[in-house]
């Protein structure tokens, strides 16, 4: 076997050990980076759990589950679950029921669950699909159509399923990269929502204006009942209102720019 054939197998080798880390640890990577950050993921006691930082603002621009788009500026006081997820990735469709029992389980306690659903196949990017995957796998709360990575890149994000949990003065002070830890998550859940909470002075920001479809709608690829329909909104979406043309309201739909009528929508902010 010559020289170079016998680094390419070793090349391959090493790769193929890597990925089949990282399916042992839970964790579906992106496809941008090969490292996993063990370090990140070790447990921290419930009762002590560490201040890791001011956490960064939800930068979706569509909702679905929700009337109303969510920032972590105005949930200040609850406790906030986000999740990094992608409807096709096992692992995430693994930890999924988890969410979801805990979002039924402590949001009259003041836990807020977000899913911020960050594409990685091309399928994924297509509204409806995220929509109708949701409604399979049981997701009713509120998800977060991170389409262009905003939200994903501001976290640094790297792998999916990672769960953070923010308290209620709006700090990082949880991760969890991967399946399984349920138990210590839900003890931190537990742990944060029994803090105490003192409201702070603070600036109000910007207010983005917003929709919310009445009926099921189309959504067009320019401002006018002429132009090509590019998908459908319906009640329990929510998108910020980018601009208006013509008694259209233009909107961030998946990968595309869309156009709704303002005649059946509400818009608040």
């Not at 930068?59 to 972590?72: C, I």
């Not at 709360?141 to 990575?149: K, M, V």
């Not at 003065?169 to 003890?187: D, S, V």
């Amino acid at each position: 076997m010559s020289p170079m054939s016998s680094n390419l197998l070793r090349v391959a080798a090493l790769a193929l050990t890597i990925m089949l880390v990282a399916v042992l640890a839970g964790v579906t990577f992106a496809r941008s980076s090969f490292k996993i950050d063990m370090t990140r993921t070790q447990a921290q006691p419930a009762s002590d759990l560490p201040n890791r930082g001011a956490a960064h603002e939800i930068l979706s621009q569509g909702w679905l589950n929700t009337d109303r788009p969510l920032r972590l500026q105005d949930l200040r006081g609850s406790v906030v679950l986000l999740e990094f997820w992608t409807f096709d990735c096992i692992n995430c469709i693994h930890t999924l029921p988890h969410v979801q029992g805990w979002h039924e389980t402590y949001t009259d306690q003041g836990l807020v669950t977000i899913g911020v659903h960050y594409p990685e196949f091309y399928y994924e990017h297509d509204v409806q699909n995220v929509r109708a995957a949701a409604e399979r796998l049981g997701v009713t709360y509120p998800i977060a159509l991170d389409n262009d990575g905003a939200t994903w890149d501001a976290y640094n994000q790297r792998y999916w399923p990672t769960v953070y949990l923010i308290d209620k003065q709006g700090n990082i002070r949880y991760l969890a990269i991967g399946e399984g830890r349920y138990a210590q998550t839900e003890q931190a859940i537990q742990a944060l929502l029994a803090e105490p909470y003192t409201p702070e002075d603070v600036l109000p920001g910007e207010s983005e204006r917003y929709l919310t479809p009445d009926v099921v709608l189309n959504v067009r690829d320019g401002a006018g009942l002429d132009r090509a329909i590019i998908g459908s909104i319906q009640p329990g979406m929510a998108f910020v209102v980018e601009a208006e043309a013509l008694g259209w309201y233009q909107i961030t739909y998946g990968d595309h720019t869309g156009y709704v009528s303002a005649d059946y929508v509400t818009v608040q902010g």
